[in-house]
T-cell receptor, first 115, second 113 residues
Framework: AQTVTQSQPEMSVQEAETVTLSCTYDTSENNYYLFWYKQPPSRQMILVIRQEAYKQQNATENRFSVNFQKAAKSFSLKISDSQLGDTAMYFCAFMKYYAGNMLTFGGGTRLMVKP | DSGVTQTPKHLITATGQRVTLRCSPRSGDLSVYWYQQSLDQGLQFLIQYYNGEERAKGNILERFSAQQFPDLHSELNLSSLELGDSALYFC????????????FGSGTRLTVV
């Protein structure tokens, strides 16, 4: 079974600064996907960024980028130029390449962006 | 609007009762997934349906059941409710069985009193 660990329950950052959220996972699979989801107070689960394990290049989406270290089983999210609207819970998630494609989530990191 | 519709948004019911949560997937999506988000257990996968057939099962209690209908909408039935069943229940959909193109609904908040 896969496990996903987010070791930072809460973090805060000043507006316009950069913050990095950590995620580690454990799996015996070689092919898989990794995700970061954002859950604002509205409760909606919003996909922030996705990484495919076979791709060596780190994914980026505007101000969001990841540092994917496959050997270390690490998948951190960097948010640049933090904005007040980035305040939310952030969940790291794992999905096998095949086999029912369910998501396994970490426990989440609550991020507060301060003005 | 994600295109995945969940109803109702909020539900308050008593212990021992039965409720049905409904999910309409995004247009064109054949797979529906149910997740439970609770303070104790975090976000957990419950069950997946693809084009009317059960495809994968996670940590779903025997008191819970689900189905997907010919029009592809899905229902999650929760019976003999306990206080610990209070949670946010998410539905997600994707085009295929297998793949990464998930879209989540906004969830149903269930409170058992």
């Amino acid at each position: 079974a896969q496990t996903v660990t987010q070791s930072q329950p809460e973090m805060s950052v000043q507006e316009a600064e950069t913050v990095t959220l950590s995620c580690t996972y454990d799996t015996s699979e070689n092919n898989y996907y990794l995700f970061w989801y954002k859950q604002p107070p509205s409760r909606q689960m919003i996909l922030v960024i996705r990484q495919e394990a076979y791709k060596q290049q780190n994914a980026t989406e505007n101000r969001f980028s990841v540092n994917f270290q496959k050997a270390a089983k690490s998948f951190s999210l960097k948010i640049s130029d933090s904005q007040l609207g980035d305040t939310a819970m952030y969940f790291c998630a794992f999905m096998k390449y095949y086999a029912g494609n369910m998501l396994t989530f970490g426990g989440g990191t609550r991020l507060m962006v301060k003005p | 609007d994600s295109g995945v519709t969940q109803t109702p948004k909020h539900l308050i019911t008593a212990t021992g009762q039965r409720v049905t949560l409904r999910c309409s997937p995004r247009s064109g999506d054949l797979s529906v997934y149910w997740y439970q988000q609770s303070l104790d257990q975090g976000l957990q996968f419950l069950i997946q349906y693809y084009n009317g057939e059960e495809r994968a099962k996670g940590n779903i209690l025997e008191r819970f059941s689900a189905q997907q209908f010919p029009d592809l909408h899905s229902e999650l039935n929760l019976s003999s409710l306990e206080l610990g069943d209070s949670a946010l229940y998410f539905c997600a959909s994707s085009v295929r069985d297998g793949g990464k193109d998930y879209t989540f609904g906004s969830g149903t908040r269930l409170t058992v009193v």
